[in-house]
């Protein structure tokens, strides 16, 4: 089986990477981020920005010539940054500027390597197509309001995959779309949010790609167009 793992150079791309390619039957991992992605045995690395339409457009023409994906992941994402970009605390911090910046990682970028990655997906057999969404991106868990723009982002994104499952299951009934909830993990996009976090419940991005990588085998196509946490329960819409 081939993988795709978008966000390969991120924290849980990296592991996520790393583990697939150590897997006996999987026979290629294609490792895509911006920046220079992991590479090692049976790692494919490729430069693309998920939300520039023409790189994910000259990905899968290259992508096409490699046969079909039993699994695509998209690990990326975007809850704040060095230039000033930080959750909303109430609704007089929100601004455009953020809102757009947000939703073009979040869900923009994973509705356009959707919408060129499914195509490349077999059509008789098992697979998965799964975008890191998050807990907080629940509408009926949320009781504590704030984080507009991330938490909207990720709503949304648990929207469109409910989508793509039900239009590939027209296509494909054992294929399966899901969104995951990786849990807290010690990476650049957590790390100014942890200091309240336990040590518990902190994952290093090795721990949390083993838990999403169970979470994904156990699935059936009854599973698709959920959102699961890293211990495979469903998260609510």
């Not at 150079?9 to 897997?23: M, P, Q, V």
């Not at 026979?27 to 049976?42: K, Y």
């Not at 007089?92 to 953020?98: F, I, K, P, T």
């Amino acid at each position: 089986m081939q993988a795709i793992i978008f966000g390969a150079s991120g924290g849980i791309g990296r592991a996520l990477t790393a583990r697939l390619a150590a897997r006996p039957d999987m026979t290629r991992v294609h490792a895509v981020s911006r920046s220079p992605a992991p590479t090692g045995r049976n790692i494919i690395p490729h430069t693309a920005d998920i939300t520039r339409e023409a790189d994910l457009e000259t990905l899968a023409a290259t992508l096409k010539a490699e046969g079909t994906f039993g699994l695509v992941i998209v690990a990326t994402g975007l809850l704040s940054d060095q230039d000033g970009l930080t959750p909303e605390k109430s609704s007089r911090h929100q601004s455009l500027d953020a809102f757009e910046q947000v939703f073009r990682v979040n869900t923009f970028g994973p509705a356009l390597v959707a919408k060129h990655m499914l195509p490349l997906m077999p059509r008789k057999r098992r697979a998965v197509f799964a975008a890191l969404s998050a807990r907080v991106g629940s509408i009926s868990d949320n009781r504590l309001g704030g984080w507009h723009a991330y938490r909207a982002s990720k709503a949304a994104l648990n929207m469109l995959v409910r989508n793509y499952a039900i239009e590939q299951a027209r296509i494909n009934d054992q294929l399966i779309a899901v969104t995951l909830h990786p849990g807290t993990v010690d990476t650049g996009l957590s790390r100014p949010f942890q200091s309240n976090v336990p040590d518990a419940q902190l994952f290093t991005p090795d721990q949390s790609a083993e838990y999403l990588l169970n979470v994904l085998d156990g699935l059936t196509p009854a599973d698709t167009g959920k959102c699961f946490d890293w211990a495979g329960k469903e998260i609510p819409a």
